[in-house]
T-cell receptor, first 112, second 110 residues
Framework: NAGVTQTPKFQVLKTGQSMTLQCAQD?????MYWYRQDPGMGLRLIYY???????DKGEVPNGYNVSRLNKREFSLRLESAAPSQTSVYFC???????????FGQGTRLTVV | GIQVEQSPPDLILQEGANSTLRCNFS?????LQWFHQNPWGQLINLFY???GTKQNGRLSATTVATERYSLLYISSSQTTDSGVYFC????????????FGKGTHLIIQP
């Protein structure tokens, strides 16, 4: 039982390049989330998917797109990376109500 | 949106000491979790505790939902307890995701 798996773990991009962060969960959770963590701050929500086929913006969605490919997978895409998107990205999954959220191990992204 | 405030922001203790971390939130919640982020960046679930009290070894947590706060207690601290402790809350239904506080950075010195 792997829980929540993110790929890649590390990535360096040049400004303007694009990339997709992958996330998969094997806990049959309905809801999935993408967060970013910047130094000295807690995690901030980028996008979420309450169920398969639906996605919604979170607190900091600008510069990102998402796809809920199926119940297991939720990807985050940077179309044209900017240095301000240098951060650690976390994927999470949960089924409401009354359960706990589980997080992937994170992706450390640097945009130069 | 809901506001989450954690205190203290930083805490330095000697091995063996006890500590209490606090989380205040601005609205009623259906979900409250405590996480430990270790030095490698991994987020580890400590407690799912929207109300009541739970204990797991040297760690325990209490949430008083009516007064909108939660406390995390760490007893007999060990150096492996070092890291950042986050409180995260959710109002209900999954529409907002978890809202995180800025964390308490705990350093346990040998």
């Amino acid at each position: 039982n792997a829980g929540v798996t993110q790929t890649p773990k590390f990535q360096v991009l040049k400004t303007g390049q694009s990339m997709t962060l992958q996330c998969a969960q094997d806990m049959n959770h309905n809801s999935m989330y993408w967060y970013r963590q910047d130094p000295g701050m807690g995690l901030r929500l980028i996008y979420y998917s309450a169920s398969e086929g639906t996605t919604d913006k979170g607190e900091v969605p600008n510069g990102y797109n998402v796809s809920r490919l199926n119940k297991r997978e939720f990807s985050l895409r940077l179309e044209s990376a900017a240095p301000s998107q240098t951060s650690v990205y976390f994927c999470a999954s949960i089924t409401f109500p009354n359960t706990e959220a589980f997080f992937g191990q994170g992706t450390r992204l640097t945009v130069v | 949106g809901i506001q989450v405030e954690q205190s203290p922001p930083d805490l330095i203790l000697q091995e063996g000491a006890n500590s209490t971390l606090r989380c205040n939130f601005s609205d009623s919640v259906n979900n409250l979790q405590w996480f430990h982020q270790n030095p490698w960046g991994q987020l580890i679930n400590l407690f799912y505790i929207p109300s009541g009290t739970k204990q797991n070894g040297r760690l325990s947590a209490t949430t008083v939902a009516t007064e909108r706060y939660s406390l995390l207690y760490i007893s007999s601290s060990q150096t492996t307890d070092s890291g950042v402790y986050f409180c995260a809350v959710e109002r209900g239904g999954g529409a907002d995701g978890l809202t995180f506080g800025k964390g308490t950075h705990l350093i346990i010195q040998p």
